[in-house]
C-alpha cells in the first residue's frame, strides 16, 4: 500500500524556522517526484516545493531562498526546511507523490500527483 504521512507542523512566530518531514511507504522517493503543497481557509491547494527522481529541487516563487527541500534515501522521508517564516505561510502542509516511475513531467502542478499525506498544520503568529 502507497502511503504519506507529514510531520513537523506547529505554532511559532514570525521569523522562526520550522522543519517538516514526510515519511513514504510502498515506494522509494529516489524513484518517484515527491512534492510540498500548502492550502489556506479558503484558498486552493498551492505547490510549494518538489524533488525528482534525480534529486532536482523546484520552488515556488513565494518561498524561493526560505525553503528547501531534500530527501533521506534511508529512511525514506522528504522534507521541507523554512526558514524566515512569514504570517502568509500559515497553512495545511501536504506532502504528495507522483504517480509515474522515474518521471517529473508537470511535478509543479496540483493534478499530477495520485497520493497524499494527511497534511500537517503550519501556524505563524506576528
Known amino acids: 500500500q502507497v502511503q504519506l504521512v507529514e510531520f513537523g507542523g506547529g505554532l511559532v512566530q514570525a521569523g522562526d524556522s520550522l522543519r517538516l518531514s514526510c515519511a513514504a511507504s510502498?515506494?522509494?522517493?529516489?524513484?518517484?517526484?515527491i512534492g510540498w503543497f500548502r492550502q489556506a481557509p479558503g484558498q486552493e491547494r498551492e505547490f510549494v516545493a518538489a524533488?525528482?527522481?534525480?534529486?532536482?529541487?523546484y520552488y515556488a516563487d513565494s518561498v524561493k531562498g526560505r525553503v528547501t527541500i531534500s530527501r533521506d534515501n534511508a529512511k525514506n522521508t522528504v522534507a521541507l526546511q523554512m526558514i524566515s517564516l512569514k504570517p502568509e505561510d500559515t497553512a495545511g502542509y501536504y506532502c504528495?507523490?507522483?504517480?509515474?516511475?522515474?518521471?517529473?513531467?508537470?511535478?509543479?502542478?496540483?493534478?499530477?500527483?495520485?497520493?497524499w499525506g494527511q497534511g500537517t498544520q503550519v501556524t505563524v503568529s506576528t
Open positions: 524533488i525528482t527522481w534525480t534529486g532536482s529541487t
Open positions: 504528495a507523490l507522483h504517480p509515474a516511475y522515474r518521471s517529473s513531467l508537470r511535478i509543479t502542478i496540483r493534478d499530477s500527483y495520485d497520493t
Open positions: 510502498g515506494r522509494s522517493v529516489s524513484d518517484y517526484a
